[in-house]
């Protein structure tokens, strides 16, 4: 049985893969940050530490935690908390900027460093970060959570150069559309950092907040969160485990093209994709 920490579990993708390592034999570690969510799953029988990726204190309580329920013995890190700030670039403030990347990037890497020391102590490790295709590419109203995302790519790539010479392995997962909360929560975000009705670009959010008000709808291609506990899996699994798990056609299509495509070409395409997105017919 081999120890595995999960985060962001209160539903979505972090939730479904707790669940199916739990059903595949490992044992699981899971994060949540509200009492609620904390308390229904420790009813459903998961081992449960509070976490605030935000707050470094947080993380460093989460990481001590988890040495003391583990007697310090940890396989992998599946790291997934975060959230999407949605709003145009020069809409974000720079405290909304920095709560952003607190939660997607700060938090993650403080994680990392904390928990890393375990697995080089014992000589083996997996650290797997849940990325997104905007962590390639970057499309309109979304500058807070590309970023975020491009950062968390940086610094795997690097980590993963680094521990080259180790039985740690680090992967990313490039998921694209998954059903989950993210919609929601994404919209929540949008309105609480920007002042929509002082923005030149009023009237374009009116498009957005139609798109991310949707219950029920997904965009074409969406798939499960079942298809990235699949290559979490793998990536878990594999003796030689990839550097990169792309898992939905439109995360797969939006990679060849930003390889073979002229940067000018691939704007007006991504431009396109947007404009489809905020008239209600999504990627």
């Avoid at 029988?45 to 007697?71: Q, W, Y």
């Avoid at 890393?116 to 970057?138: C, D, E, T």
């Avoid at 898992?247 to 797969?252: E, I």
């Amino acid at each position: 049985m081999r120890n595995v920490l999960v985060t962001g579990c209160s539903s979505g993708i972090g939730y479904c893969v707790a669940k199916g390592l739990r059903e595949r034999g490992y044992k699981v570690f899971v994060t949540a940050r509200k009492s609620a969510d904390i308390q229904r799953l420790e009813a459903e029988g998961f081992k449960v530490i509070p976490l605030e990726l935000a707050d470094p204190k947080s993380v460093e309580a989460c990481a001590h935690e988890l040495m003391l329920r583990t007697n310090s013995q940890l396989y992998a890190i599946f790291h997934n908390g975060a959230y999407g700030q949605a709003g145009a670039v020069e809409d974000l403030s720079r405290e909304t900027l920095e709560k952003q990347f607190a939660s997607n990037v700060f938090g993650w890497h403080q994680l990392t460093n904390l928990l890393l020391p375990l697995m080089r102590h014992q000589g083996y490790g997996r650290i797997i970060y849940n990325s997104s295709l905007l962590g390639f590419v970057a499309l309109p109203f979304r500058g807070a959570y590309n970023a975020s995302k491009h950062a968390v790519e940086g610094l795997a790539d690097t980590l993963r150069l680094e521990l080259y010479d180790t039985a740690i392995k680090v992967c990313l997962i490039e998921p694209g559309p998954v059903e989950s909360r993210f919609r929601a929560n994404a919209l929540k975000s949008l309105l609480d950092h920007v002042d929509i009705e002082k923005s030149v670009h009023r009237d374009k959010y009116k498009g957005a907040i139609k798109r991310l008000e949707k219950v029920g709808s997904a965009a074409p291609f969406t798939l499960p969160p079942e298809a990235v506990l699949a290559k979490v899996i793998h990536a878990l699994e594999s003796q030689h485990p990839r550097a990169r798990y792309r898992v939905t056609f439109p995360s797969r299509l939006f990679y060849v093209c930003k390889r073979v495509l002229p940067t000018r070409l691939l704007d007006k395409v991504l431009l396109a994709v947007s404009r489809k997105e905020n008239r209600g017919s999504e990627l």
